[in-house]
């Protein structure tokens, strides 16, 4: 039986989603592997549009089979594609049953869905293709936990000061012109759990980190890191991120990282690998 889920699904479902994502043959980058990560995540924080109608599931004998999951974005009509989800082939040929219905059931138009799918999801990546997506790149999804990161503190290193604001600004805005927060959105975010550090010596701002410790949902993220292009291959990038690392596990609740990057950015691969981080995931983008 196809149906739309429920908030009475939320359990099954997310046991459902943190078994598939445990294969890489089943693995949705989108989605995590904690099962009540995903929980908080479908309770509180899915999609623009109501629950009902952003999630379908394919049920047989009271056990989910199948699922796709709309994480929608009302501005701008796109949607981050949860799925399809698939443990068995036999459930595939219910797939394109299952993308129709969840598409006549929104109350906005879908213009632009975004899939993130592991390499080795064969399932997934022709779902994609089908309805139209088309391949934009790949991407790495590298890992670190913190029983294995070694703390390597640096005297030239600290919390961005009123002195440094305006170089730290121009710094990122020059190494990121095209991206979702620019330098004086960054400065107005700052607080107690998003940290600027940077690197300062005789001859100024270097390079700097931008962090965001999450404590409650024990997640940190590595939003920025730039070095001045005058200043690059002398190391100071592997310290910076290093010291955010050492911020982001002083939270007891936060055990590992995960972060993504581009598989073309080989420079940024190897600075993330020089701080102990291994290559998790590789996965396609499509849209």
């Known amino acids: 039986m196809i149906r739309m889920a429920t908030k009475l699904d939320i359990e099954k479902l997310a046991h459902f989603l943190s078994k598939c994502n445990e294969s890489s043959l089943h693995h949705i980058g989108y989605c995590g592997q904690d099962e009540q990560e995903i929980k908080g995540v479908l309770q509180n924080e899915f999609s623009d549009l109501p629950f ?18 709309l994480d929608f974005d009302e501005e701008d009509q796109s949607a981050e594609v949860w799925g399809p989800f698939v443990r068995d082939r036999g459930a595939t040929d219910l797939l394109p049953k299952m993308w129709n219905r969840l598409c006549e059931q929104l109350t906005i138009s879908l213009k632009y869905p975004h899939f993130f799918i592991n390499i080795e999801n064969e399932i997934a990546i022709d779902f994609a293709s089908d309805v139209g997506a088309d391949l934009k790149g790949h991407h790495y999804i590298l890992h670190k936990e913190r029983q294995n990161h070694i703390n390597e503190s640096s005297e030239k290193i600290f919390k961005l000061d009123s002195i440094n604001e305006e170089a730290f600004q121009k710094l990122h805005d020059l190494a990121f012109p095209n991206t979702y927060y620019n330098g004086q959105t960054i400065l107005s975010r700052l607080n107690a759990n998003r940290v600027v550090f940077c690197y300062c010596d005789e001859w100024g701002l270097k390079g700097y980190v931008f962090v965001e410790a999450d404590a409650e949902n024990g997640e940190g993220t590595i939003e920025y890191i730039a070095v ?20 982001l596990f002083s939270y007891d609740s936060i055990t590992d990282i995960s972060l993504t990057v581009e598989k073309s950015e080989r420079g940024a691969i190897h600075l993330y690998q020089s701080a102990g981080f291994n290559i998790q995931h590789e996965l396609v983008f499509m849209k």
């Open 52 to 69: 009902e109608n952003s999630i379908i599931i394919a049920v047989e004998n009271d056990s989910i089979i199948a699922a796709i999951g």
């Open 228 to 247: 001045d292009d005058r200043f690059r291959k002398n190391g100071v990038g592997r310290k910076l991120l290093l010291h955010g690392l050492d911020y």
